[in-house]
């Protein structure tokens, strides 16, 4: 009961908030103030969710500057999660084109000024990525889920290279980040989020200088291997706890099963 009054307190503010940032980015260029409204859309959900977020790594990082982060993807909550994790940037979202048809999520996408790609056409793709370079000039940097969608199992699936065309062109840093546990607390095809720990480990970011769209398979390696080495394999996540300085629950055991 409880849950579905928190569902209802979700749906009461997301209908608003996708409205509102539909109407305020239609004269938002870049998205930027619009993107407060996500912050605050967000927040809820991770609240209301009972998420906590064990976040590490941010001390790497220049707040002041632009980055490409290139991240594993697990789960439906990680869109909250970074944002949430990630507050000292702007973020927009690479992304494939089909979401803008999802109601309001969709539309506010759209407004928002979040990248779509268009998969099956080379040259709309083309433009997206010079779309995403605009967005990176004007001070936003751009979140990439390299794997195209969601993975399971605690194991990465095979990267696009989008993303680090993307970097290379723009000539900005990426940044691997791992997220672990946000597939145990919502699994694929799950409609009920569980209470508990999600871990976002920020790693150091890899300079794209000496890189070409030619040789993209050795960086994409790269930031590969420094997302997997801090991915933790859902059938050790008791464990995992332990070291993280939490305290295995009820509602935080769910970490030894399977992941999104």
Same mark, same amino acid.
Request: with cysteine; charged share 20%; glycine share 10%.
């Given at each position: !009961?409880?849950?579905?009054? %928190? +569902?209802?307190v979700v749906a009461l503010i997301t209908i608003p908030a996708a409205l509102l940032t539909i109407f305020v980015g239609?004269?938002?260029? @870049?998205? %930027? @103030?619009?993107y407060a409204i996500a912050r605050f859309w967000t927040w809820t959900i991770v609240t209301l969710g009972g998420v906590s977020? %064990?976040?590490?790594?941010?001390?790497? +990082?220049?707040?002041?500057?632009?980055?490409?982060?290139?991240v594993n993807h697990e789960s439906n909550i990680d869109i909250p999660v970074l944002v949430q994790s990630l507050t000292a940037y702007q973020l927009r979202w690479l992304a494939k084109k089909e979401l803008l048809r999802v109601p309001f999520f969709g539309w506010a996408m759209w407004a928002s000024k979040h990248i779509t790609v268009d998969r099956g056409d080379h040259l709309t793709a083309l433009d997206s990525l010079q779309k995403a370079k605009e967005s990176i000039r004007a001070g936003i940097s751009i979140v990439v889920f390299?794997?195209?969608t969601r993975s399971s199992g605690g194991t990465l699936l095979p990267f696009k290279k989008g993303g680090f065309l993307l970097a290379v062109q723009a000539g900005i840093p990426i940044v691997p980040v791992t997220i672990n546990g946000s597939g145990t607390l919502l699994p694929a095809g799950a409609w009920r989020l569980k209470r508990g720990t999600i871990e976002v480990v920020v790693g150091d970011p890899v300079s794209v200088e000496g890189y070409r769209p030619g040789n993209l398979r050795a960086l994409s390696e790269c930031v590969r291997s420094a997302i997997e080495k801090n991915?933790? @394999?859902?059938?050790?996540? !008791?464990?995992?706890l332990s070291r993280l300085g939490l305290k295995p629950t009820s509602d935080n055991a769910s970490l030894k099963e399977g992941s999104i």
């Amino acid at each position: !009961m409880l849950y579905a009054l %928190k +569902l209802v307190v979700v749906a009461l503010i997301t209908i608003p908030a996708a409205l509102l940032t539909i109407f305020v980015g239609l004269f938002d260029p @870049h998205g %930027k @103030h619009v993107y407060a409204i996500a912050r605050f859309w967000t927040w809820t959900i991770v609240t209301l969710g009972g998420v906590s977020l %064990k976040i590490d790594g941010l001390g790497r +990082l220049d707040p002041s500057r632009q980055y490409v982060f290139i991240v594993n993807h697990e789960s439906n909550i990680d869109i909250p999660v970074l944002v949430q994790s990630l507050t000292a940037y702007q973020l927009r979202w690479l992304a494939k084109k089909e979401l803008l048809r999802v109601p309001f999520f969709g539309w506010a996408m759209w407004a928002s000024k979040h990248i779509t790609v268009d998969r099956g056409d080379h040259l709309t793709a083309l433009d997206s990525l010079q779309k995403a370079k605009e967005s990176i000039r004007a001070g936003i940097s751009i979140v990439v889920f390299p794997e195209g969608t969601r993975s399971s199992g605690g194991t990465l699936l095979p990267f696009k290279k989008g993303g680090f065309l993307l970097a290379v062109q723009a000539g900005i840093p990426i940044v691997p980040v791992t997220i672990n546990g946000s597939g145990t607390l919502l699994p694929a095809g799950a409609w009920r989020l569980k209470r508990g720990t999600i871990e976002v480990v920020v790693g150091d970011p890899v300079s794209v200088e000496g890189y070409r769209p030619g040789n993209l398979r050795a960086l994409s390696e790269c930031v590969r291997s420094a997302i997997e080495k801090n991915l933790r @394999h859902p059938s050790t996540g !008791m464990q995992q706890l332990s070291r993280l300085g939490l305290k295995p629950t009820s509602d935080n055991a769910s970490l030894k099963e399977g992941s999104i």
